[in-house]
Protein backbone atom coordinates (compact mmCIF):
# COMPACT_ATOMS: atom_id res chain seq x y z
CA UNK A 1 0.00 0.00 0.00
CA UNK A 2 0.88 3.68 -0.39
CA UNK A 3 1.43 6.45 1.74
CA UNK A 4 -1.59 9.00 1.16
CA UNK A 5 -1.93 13.40 1.24
CA UNK A 6 -4.43 15.38 0.10
CA UNK A 7 -4.88 16.44 -3.56
CA UNK A 8 -4.79 19.84 -3.26
CA UNK A 9 -4.63 22.91 -0.24
CA UNK A 10 -7.43 23.64 1.91
CA UNK A 11 -8.27 26.52 4.50
CA UNK A 12 -10.11 26.87 7.62
CA UNK A 13 -10.51 29.74 10.35
CA UNK A 14 -11.72 29.63 13.41
CA UNK A 15 -10.30 30.93 17.39
CA UNK A 16 -8.19 28.95 19.77
CA UNK A 17 -9.83 27.21 22.38
CA UNK A 18 -7.49 28.25 24.99
CA UNK A 19 -6.14 32.04 23.30
CA UNK A 20 -9.19 32.75 21.32
CA UNK A 21 -6.65 34.23 18.76
CA UNK A 22 -8.28 34.25 15.25
CA UNK A 23 -5.80 31.76 13.57
CA UNK A 24 -5.88 30.48 9.69
CA UNK A 25 -5.39 26.89 9.04
CA UNK A 26 -3.80 26.04 5.29
CA UNK A 27 -3.31 22.32 5.29
CA UNK A 28 -1.45 21.45 2.04
CA UNK A 29 -0.20 17.92 -0.01
CA UNK A 30 3.39 16.80 0.19
CA UNK A 31 4.94 13.78 -1.42
CA UNK A 32 6.94 12.32 1.41
CA UNK A 33 7.95 13.83 5.12
CA UNK A 34 4.82 13.26 7.28
CA UNK A 35 2.91 15.68 8.96
CA UNK A 36 4.51 18.86 9.83
CA UNK A 37 3.57 22.37 11.03
CA UNK A 38 4.51 25.44 9.93
CA UNK A 39 4.25 28.92 11.33
CA UNK A 40 3.90 31.56 8.85
CA UNK A 41 3.49 34.23 11.17
CA UNK A 42 6.83 34.54 12.22
CA UNK A 43 10.05 35.28 10.32
CA UNK A 44 11.85 32.99 8.71
CA UNK A 45 8.99 30.66 8.97
CA UNK A 46 9.89 27.72 11.45
CA UNK A 47 8.78 24.28 10.78
CA UNK A 48 7.80 22.19 13.12
CA UNK A 49 7.58 17.80 12.87
CA UNK A 50 4.49 16.07 14.27
CA UNK A 51 7.00 14.22 16.15
CA UNK A 52 6.63 13.11 19.62
CA UNK A 53 9.89 14.06 20.65
CA UNK A 54 8.86 17.56 20.15
CA UNK A 55 6.07 17.64 22.46
CA UNK A 56 6.75 20.52 25.21
CA UNK A 57 2.87 20.97 26.87
CA UNK A 58 0.50 18.13 27.61
CA UNK A 59 -1.58 20.21 29.86
CA UNK A 60 -5.46 19.94 28.79
CA UNK A 61 -3.94 19.41 25.11
CA UNK A 62 -0.78 18.86 23.16
CA UNK A 63 1.79 21.06 21.84
CA UNK A 64 4.90 21.20 20.01
CA UNK A 65 7.31 23.44 19.74
CA UNK A 66 10.98 24.10 17.51
CA UNK A 67 13.07 26.30 20.24
CA UNK A 68 10.48 29.34 21.03
CA UNK A 69 7.68 28.75 18.79
CA UNK A 70 4.70 26.43 19.28
CA UNK A 71 1.73 25.43 18.05
CA UNK A 72 -0.75 23.96 20.78
CA UNK A 73 -3.91 21.70 20.74
CA UNK A 74 -2.76 20.10 17.89
CA UNK A 75 -4.66 16.61 18.32
CA UNK A 76 -7.70 17.46 16.83
CA UNK A 77 -6.01 18.19 13.50
CA UNK A 78 -3.86 15.38 14.22
CA UNK A 79 -6.38 12.61 14.58
CA UNK A 80 -8.80 13.72 11.72
CA UNK A 81 -5.51 13.50 9.16
CA UNK A 82 -4.66 10.03 10.80
CA UNK A 83 -8.08 8.65 10.96
CA UNK A 84 -8.68 9.71 7.74
CA UNK A 85 -5.14 7.64 6.22
CA UNK A 86 -3.93 11.36 5.65
CA UNK A 87 0.14 10.27 6.47
CA UNK A 88 1.95 13.65 4.41
CA UNK A 89 1.01 17.44 4.72
CA UNK A 90 2.34 20.46 5.34
CA UNK A 91 0.23 22.74 7.89
CA UNK A 92 0.73 26.37 7.72
CA UNK A 93 -0.67 28.37 10.66
CA UNK A 94 -0.70 32.16 10.99
CA UNK A 95 -0.85 31.92 15.03
CA UNK A 96 0.19 29.59 18.05
CA UNK A 97 -3.06 27.14 18.14
CA UNK A 98 -5.03 25.65 15.84
CA UNK A 99 -8.79 26.28 16.36
CA UNK A 100 -11.07 24.36 18.32
CA UNK A 101 -13.59 24.73 16.15
CA UNK A 102 -16.84 23.05 17.19
CA UNK A 103 -14.82 20.97 19.84
CA UNK A 104 -14.60 17.90 17.37
CA UNK A 105 -12.55 16.27 14.45
CA UNK A 106 -15.75 16.69 11.89
CA UNK A 107 -14.46 20.10 10.46
CA UNK A 108 -11.39 18.77 9.74
CA UNK A 109 -12.98 16.04 8.11
CA UNK A 110 -14.96 18.05 5.51
CA UNK A 111 -12.46 20.29 5.03
CA UNK A 112 -10.05 16.88 4.27
CA UNK A 113 -13.50 15.58 2.07
CA UNK A 114 -13.94 18.56 0.12
CA UNK A 115 -9.96 18.73 -2.07
CA UNK A 116 -10.31 14.39 -1.52
CA UNK A 117 -7.13 12.16 -0.66
CA UNK A 118 -4.57 10.42 -3.54
CA UNK A 119 -1.55 8.13 -2.89
CA UNK A 120 2.01 9.00 -3.32
CA UNK A 121 5.00 6.61 -4.17
CA UNK A 122 6.28 5.99 -1.22
CA UNK A 123 5.48 2.76 0.48
CA UNK A 124 3.80 2.39 3.60
CA UNK A 125 6.21 1.90 6.75
CA UNK A 126 4.33 0.37 9.09
CA UNK A 127 4.89 -0.20 13.04
CA UNK A 128 3.96 -3.41 14.13
CA UNK A 129 3.62 -4.68 18.00
CA UNK A 130 4.99 -7.48 18.34
CA UNK A 131 5.27 -7.54 21.92
CA UNK A 132 3.36 -6.48 24.69
CA UNK A 133 4.45 -2.48 25.91
CA UNK A 134 2.84 -1.06 29.14
CA UNK A 135 3.05 2.66 30.68
CA UNK A 136 1.32 3.14 33.49
CA UNK A 137 1.61 6.61 35.42
CA UNK A 138 0.84 5.82 39.38
CA UNK A 139 0.01 9.78 40.36
CA UNK A 140 -2.96 9.44 37.92
CA UNK A 141 -3.69 6.00 37.35
CA UNK A 142 -3.59 6.57 33.98
CA UNK A 143 -2.07 3.44 31.79
CA UNK A 144 -2.08 2.80 28.04
CA UNK A 145 -1.06 -1.01 26.90
CA UNK A 146 -0.19 -2.21 23.71
CA UNK A 147 -0.52 -5.50 22.32
CA UNK A 148 -0.43 -7.65 18.99
CA UNK A 149 -2.81 -7.54 16.49
CA UNK A 150 -3.94 -7.62 12.82
CA UNK A 151 -5.23 -4.47 12.69
CA UNK A 152 -5.16 -1.10 14.51
CA UNK A 153 -7.51 -1.54 17.27
CA UNK A 154 -8.24 0.80 20.05
CA UNK A 155 -10.00 0.80 23.56
CA UNK A 156 -10.48 3.50 25.94
CA UNK A 157 -11.72 3.20 29.53
CA UNK A 158 -12.36 6.45 31.34
CA UNK A 159 -14.14 6.89 35.24
CA UNK A 160 -14.95 10.45 36.68
CA UNK A 161 -16.54 9.55 39.73
CA UNK A 162 -17.22 13.11 40.79
CA UNK A 163 -18.96 14.03 37.98
CA UNK A 164 -22.65 13.36 36.52
CA UNK A 165 -21.63 10.42 34.25
CA UNK A 166 -20.53 6.90 34.79
CA UNK A 167 -17.59 5.09 34.02
CA UNK A 168 -17.75 4.73 30.00
CA UNK A 169 -15.88 2.99 28.01
CA UNK A 170 -15.10 2.88 24.05
CA UNK A 171 -13.65 1.43 21.21
CA UNK A 172 -12.67 1.54 17.40
CA UNK A 173 -11.98 -2.28 15.53
CA UNK A 174 -10.91 -0.05 12.22
CA UNK A 175 -10.07 3.24 11.50
CA UNK A 176 -12.21 3.02 8.49
CA UNK A 177 -15.26 4.08 11.37
CA UNK A 178 -13.59 6.75 12.68
CA UNK A 179 -15.81 9.43 10.13
CA UNK A 180 -19.29 8.10 11.49
CA UNK A 181 -17.93 6.77 15.44
CA UNK A 182 -15.20 9.05 16.62
CA UNK A 183 -14.81 12.28 14.50
CA UNK A 184 -18.27 14.07 15.74
CA UNK A 185 -17.45 13.19 19.26
CA UNK A 186 -16.63 16.45 20.97
CA UNK A 187 -14.46 18.07 23.70
CA UNK A 188 -15.82 18.25 27.38
CA UNK A 189 -15.16 20.33 30.80
CA UNK A 190 -16.59 19.48 34.16
CA UNK A 191 -18.28 22.67 35.73
CA UNK A 192 -15.61 22.09 39.17
CA UNK A 193 -12.78 22.44 36.28
CA UNK A 194 -14.66 25.53 34.48
CA UNK A 195 -14.38 27.91 37.82
CA UNK A 196 -10.59 26.79 38.01
CA UNK A 197 -9.88 27.57 34.37
CA UNK A 198 -12.59 31.05 34.06
CA UNK A 199 -10.87 32.02 37.33
CA UNK A 200 -7.04 32.08 35.36
CA UNK A 201 -8.20 32.82 31.90
CA UNK A 202 -7.19 29.74 30.40
CA UNK A 203 -10.18 29.16 28.32
CA UNK A 204 -10.83 32.52 26.31
CA UNK A 205 -11.85 30.84 23.56
CA UNK A 206 -13.87 28.53 25.60
CA UNK A 207 -17.96 28.61 25.17
CA UNK A 208 -20.83 26.03 24.68
CA UNK A 209 -20.71 26.12 20.77
CA UNK A 210 -17.22 24.38 21.32
CA UNK A 211 -17.26 21.97 24.18
CA UNK A 212 -19.86 19.79 26.21
CA UNK A 213 -20.04 20.99 29.74
CA UNK A 214 -20.54 18.09 32.05
CA UNK A 215 -21.93 18.64 35.77
CA UNK A 216 -20.14 17.40 38.76
CA UNK A 217 -22.50 15.79 41.30
CA UNK A 218 -24.36 17.33 44.01
CA UNK A 219 -23.46 20.85 41.78
CA UNK A 220 -26.97 22.99 42.43
CA UNK A 221 -28.46 25.24 39.92
CA UNK A 222 -28.26 27.62 42.51
CA UNK A 223 -24.66 27.06 42.91
CA UNK A 224 -24.17 27.21 39.09
CA UNK A 225 -26.39 30.72 38.75
CA UNK A 226 -23.75 32.03 41.53
CA UNK A 227 -20.58 30.89 39.18
CA UNK A 228 -22.39 32.24 35.62
CA UNK A 229 -23.15 35.63 37.82
CA UNK A 230 -19.49 35.86 39.16
CA UNK A 231 -18.00 35.43 35.57
CA UNK A 232 -20.64 37.13 33.68
CA UNK A 233 -21.96 34.35 32.09
CA UNK A 234 -25.60 33.22 30.41
CA UNK A 235 -27.58 31.73 32.50
CA UNK A 236 -27.73 27.72 32.16
CA UNK A 237 -29.93 24.86 33.60
CA UNK A 238 -28.82 21.82 34.26
CA UNK A 239 -30.09 18.89 31.96
CA UNK A 240 -31.21 15.78 33.30
CA UNK A 241 -28.31 14.00 31.48
CA UNK A 242 -26.16 16.31 33.65
CA UNK A 243 -25.09 18.57 30.24
CA UNK A 244 -25.56 21.90 30.91
CA UNK A 245 -25.14 22.59 27.26
CA UNK A 246 -28.87 23.21 25.94
CA UNK A 247 -27.79 20.31 23.52
CA UNK A 248 -28.02 16.09 23.48
CA UNK A 249 -25.22 13.91 23.03
CA UNK A 250 -24.17 12.22 19.94
CA UNK A 251 -24.15 9.27 21.37
CA UNK A 252 -24.53 7.50 25.33
CA UNK A 253 -20.48 7.44 25.76
CA UNK A 254 -19.23 10.43 23.89
CA UNK A 255 -16.58 10.84 26.41
CA UNK A 256 -14.98 8.19 26.04
CA UNK A 257 -15.41 8.59 21.87
CA UNK A 258 -13.54 11.78 22.81
CA UNK A 259 -10.81 10.58 24.60
CA UNK A 260 -10.43 7.80 22.07
CA UNK A 261 -10.04 11.14 18.93
CA UNK A 262 -7.62 12.68 21.34
CA UNK A 263 -5.68 9.29 21.85
CA UNK A 264 -5.76 8.47 17.81
CA UNK A 265 -4.45 12.10 17.71
CA UNK A 266 -1.61 11.79 20.34
CA UNK A 267 -0.43 8.54 18.64
CA UNK A 268 0.14 9.76 14.95
CA UNK A 269 2.50 11.47 16.12
CA UNK A 270 4.37 8.06 15.96
CA UNK A 271 4.55 8.93 12.46
CA UNK A 272 3.34 5.52 10.93
CA UNK A 273 0.41 3.05 10.56
CA UNK A 274 0.61 1.10 13.84
CA UNK A 275 -0.60 -2.29 13.75
CA UNK A 276 -1.54 -3.40 16.94
CA UNK A 277 -4.42 -3.49 19.63
CA UNK A 278 -4.08 -0.05 22.11
CA UNK A 279 -5.62 -0.17 25.65
CA UNK A 280 -5.76 3.29 27.48
CA UNK A 281 -7.03 3.41 31.29
CA UNK A 282 -7.95 7.30 31.61
CA UNK A 283 -5.89 8.55 29.16
CA UNK A 284 -4.42 12.35 28.88
CA UNK A 285 -2.71 13.76 26.46
CA UNK A 286 0.54 13.34 28.64
CA UNK A 287 0.74 10.23 29.06
CA UNK A 288 -0.61 9.67 25.53
CA UNK A 289 2.65 11.58 24.05
CA UNK A 290 4.84 9.47 26.48
CA UNK A 291 3.68 6.23 25.11
CA UNK A 292 3.84 7.33 21.78
CA UNK A 293 7.15 8.25 22.25
CA UNK A 294 7.97 4.90 23.41
CA UNK A 295 6.66 3.31 20.77
CA UNK A 296 8.25 5.71 17.94
CA UNK A 297 11.62 4.53 19.56
CA UNK A 298 10.16 0.95 19.28
CA UNK A 299 9.62 1.68 15.54
CA UNK A 300 12.73 2.90 15.32
CA UNK A 301 14.53 -0.35 16.60
CA UNK A 302 11.89 -2.70 14.77
CA UNK A 303 12.80 -0.97 11.15
CA UNK A 304 16.53 -1.17 12.01
CA UNK A 305 16.24 -4.33 12.67
CA UNK A 306 13.95 -5.81 9.67
CA UNK A 307 15.19 -8.34 7.59
CA UNK A 308 17.53 -9.13 11.03
CA UNK A 309 18.02 -13.29 10.57
CA UNK A 310 16.12 -15.35 13.69
CA UNK A 311 17.96 -17.96 15.52
CA UNK A 312 16.78 -20.13 17.99
CA UNK A 313 19.50 -22.57 18.96
CA UNK A 314 16.68 -25.24 19.95
CA UNK A 315 15.93 -26.15 16.16
CA UNK A 316 18.10 -28.34 13.90
CA UNK A 317 20.72 -26.56 12.01
CA UNK A 318 20.36 -27.10 7.63
CA UNK A 319 24.22 -28.04 8.21
CA UNK A 320 26.43 -28.90 10.97
CA UNK A 321 29.81 -28.17 10.97
CA UNK A 322 30.81 -31.50 9.29
CA UNK A 323 28.89 -30.53 6.26
CA UNK A 324 30.38 -26.70 6.08
CA UNK A 325 33.80 -28.72 5.97
CA UNK A 326 32.46 -30.92 3.02
CA UNK A 327 31.88 -28.09 1.45
CA UNK A 328 34.45 -25.58 2.19
CA UNK A 329 38.70 -25.81 2.44
CA UNK A 330 38.74 -24.01 5.26
CA UNK A 331 40.32 -25.97 8.42
CA UNK A 332 41.49 -24.96 11.80
CA UNK A 333 42.23 -22.25 12.68
CA UNK A 334 40.40 -20.67 9.80
CA UNK A 335 36.72 -22.36 9.53
CA UNK A 336 34.78 -19.26 11.08
CA UNK A 337 31.29 -20.90 10.42
CA UNK A 338 29.50 -23.23 12.95
CA UNK A 339 26.52 -24.01 11.11
CA UNK A 340 24.07 -22.84 8.61
CA UNK A 341 20.47 -22.16 9.91
CA UNK A 342 19.11 -20.86 6.58
CA UNK A 343 19.52 -21.04 2.85
CA UNK A 344 17.75 -20.12 -0.18
CA UNK A 345 18.58 -19.49 -3.86
CA UNK A 346 19.33 -15.98 -2.63
CA UNK A 347 20.19 -15.59 0.13
CA UNK A 348 22.44 -17.96 3.55
CA UNK A 349 22.33 -17.43 7.55
CA UNK A 350 25.15 -19.07 9.39
CA UNK A 351 26.25 -19.03 12.98
CA UNK A 352 29.60 -18.22 14.42
CA UNK A 353 30.41 -18.95 18.10
CA UNK A 354 33.01 -16.48 19.05
CA UNK A 355 34.94 -18.41 22.44
CA UNK A 356 38.06 -17.27 24.16
CA UNK A 357 39.83 -20.22 23.22
CA UNK A 358 40.34 -18.76 19.32
CA UNK A 359 43.94 -18.51 18.73
CA UNK A 360 43.74 -14.74 17.72
CA UNK A 361 42.70 -13.39 21.08
CA UNK A 362 46.35 -14.03 22.51
CA UNK A 363 47.08 -11.20 20.78
CA UNK A 364 43.72 -9.11 19.41
CA UNK A 365 44.34 -7.76 22.94
CA UNK A 366 46.14 -9.00 25.65
CA UNK A 367 43.34 -8.07 28.83
CA UNK A 368 40.39 -6.66 26.04
CA UNK A 369 39.96 -9.56 23.51
CA UNK A 370 37.68 -8.19 20.64
CA UNK A 371 37.19 -10.46 17.72
CA UNK A 372 38.85 -8.55 14.75
CA UNK A 373 36.73 -6.66 11.96
CA UNK A 374 38.37 -8.69 9.06
CA UNK A 375 37.84 -11.89 10.47
CA UNK A 376 34.17 -10.95 10.91
CA UNK A 377 33.96 -10.02 7.05
CA UNK A 378 35.99 -13.32 6.62
CA UNK A 379 33.27 -15.17 8.35
CA UNK A 380 30.31 -13.56 6.46
CA UNK A 381 32.34 -14.54 2.98
CA UNK A 382 32.69 -17.87 3.76
CA UNK A 383 28.88 -17.91 4.91
CA UNK A 384 28.34 -16.22 1.19
CA UNK A 385 30.98 -19.35 0.13
CA UNK A 386 27.75 -21.80 0.92
CA UNK A 387 25.77 -20.11 -0.98
CA UNK A 388 27.93 -20.00 -4.30
CA UNK A 389 28.99 -23.31 -4.31
CA UNK A 390 25.57 -24.62 -3.41
CA UNK A 391 25.36 -24.03 -7.36
CA UNK A 392 27.86 -26.01 -8.54
CA UNK A 393 28.66 -29.42 -8.65
CA UNK A 394 31.24 -31.03 -6.46
CA UNK A 395 31.59 -27.52 -4.19
CA UNK A 396 34.42 -29.64 -2.84
CA UNK A 397 36.31 -28.75 -5.50
CA UNK A 398 35.77 -25.36 -6.00
CA UNK A 399 37.65 -22.34 -3.69
CA UNK A 400 36.12 -18.67 -2.98
CA UNK A 401 38.34 -15.67 -3.45
CA UNK A 402 37.92 -12.06 -2.53
CA UNK A 403 37.94 -9.52 -4.98
CA UNK A 404 36.60 -6.67 -3.03
CA UNK A 405 35.20 -5.32 -0.28
CA UNK A 406 32.64 -1.93 -0.51
CA UNK A 407 31.02 0.30 2.34
CA UNK A 408 32.15 -2.12 4.88
CA UNK A 409 31.41 -0.44 8.23
CA UNK A 410 31.88 -2.26 12.15
CA UNK A 411 29.43 -0.75 14.48
CA UNK A 412 29.91 -2.55 17.85
CA UNK A 413 32.66 -4.56 19.04
CA UNK A 414 32.15 -8.57 19.08
CA UNK A 415 33.87 -10.52 22.42
CA UNK A 416 34.24 -14.15 23.39
CA UNK A 417 31.04 -15.58 24.05
CA UNK A 418 28.83 -13.75 21.69
CA UNK A 419 27.10 -15.56 18.77
CA UNK A 420 27.51 -14.30 15.50
CA UNK A 421 24.83 -14.71 13.35
CA UNK A 422 26.00 -14.16 9.84
CA UNK A 423 23.49 -12.79 6.94
CA UNK A 424 24.62 -12.97 3.19
CA UNK A 425 22.45 -11.62 0.48
CA UNK A 426 23.11 -11.59 -3.38
CA UNK A 427 22.99 -8.50 -4.55
CA UNK A 428 23.27 -9.48 -8.03
CA UNK A 429 23.02 -13.08 -9.58
CA UNK A 430 26.24 -15.10 -10.02
CA UNK A 431 27.55 -14.97 -13.38
CA UNK A 432 30.80 -16.45 -14.21
CA UNK A 433 31.76 -16.85 -11.04
CA UNK A 434 31.16 -13.76 -9.73
CA UNK A 435 29.21 -13.23 -6.44
CA UNK A 436 28.33 -9.94 -5.26
CA UNK A 437 26.61 -10.21 -2.11
CA UNK A 438 25.75 -8.13 1.08
CA UNK A 439 26.83 -9.13 4.11
CA UNK A 440 25.22 -8.29 7.76
CA UNK A 441 26.34 -9.81 10.67
CA UNK A 442 24.48 -9.53 14.36
CA UNK A 443 24.47 -10.23 18.22
CA UNK A 444 21.68 -10.93 19.25
CA UNK A 445 19.52 -7.88 17.80
CA UNK A 446 21.92 -5.84 17.23
CA UNK A 447 24.24 -4.97 13.83
CA UNK A 448 27.64 -5.05 14.40
CA UNK A 449 29.46 -4.78 11.34
CA UNK A 450 28.13 -5.13 7.47
CA UNK A 451 29.72 -4.59 4.25
CA UNK A 452 29.17 -5.59 0.08
CA UNK A 453 31.32 -8.46 -0.48
CA UNK A 454 32.72 -9.77 -4.14
CA UNK A 455 34.39 -12.93 -4.75
CA UNK A 456 34.98 -15.31 -7.44
CA UNK A 457 34.55 -19.37 -7.17
CA UNK A 458 37.28 -21.22 -9.23
CA UNK A 459 37.52 -24.19 -9.59
CA UNK A 460 40.65 -26.36 -8.74
CA UNK A 461 42.75 -27.52 -11.70
CA UNK A 462 44.54 -30.90 -10.80
Not at 43 to 71: L, Q
Not at 401 to 414: E, G, R, S, T
Not at 431 to 458: C, D, F, N, P, T
Amino acid sequence: MKLRTINESVVLYGKGLHTAKETTVKIIPAENGGIKFKRVDVSPAVTIPADPNFVTKTSRSTTIASGEVSVTTIEHLMSALHGMGVDNAVIEVDNDEIPILDGSAQPFIKAIDSVGIRDVEEEIDEYVVTEPINLKDEATGSEIIALPGDKYELHVIIDFPGAAVDQQTAGVHNLEDYRSEIAPCRTFVFTNELEHLLAHDLIKGGDLSNALVIAEKGLTQEKLDEMTTRFHLPRHTINPNGLINNTTLHFNNELARHKLLDLIGDLALVGKRIKGKIIAIKPGHKINTDFARILKKKAAEQKKSKGRPMYDPDLAPLMDVEKVKSMLPHRFPFLLVDKIIELSANHVVGIKNVTFNEEFFQGHFPGNPVFPGVLQMEALAQTGGILALSTVEEPELWDTYFLKMDNVKFKAKVLPGDTLILKMELLTPIRRGIVHMQGSAYVGSKLVSEGELIAQIVKRTK
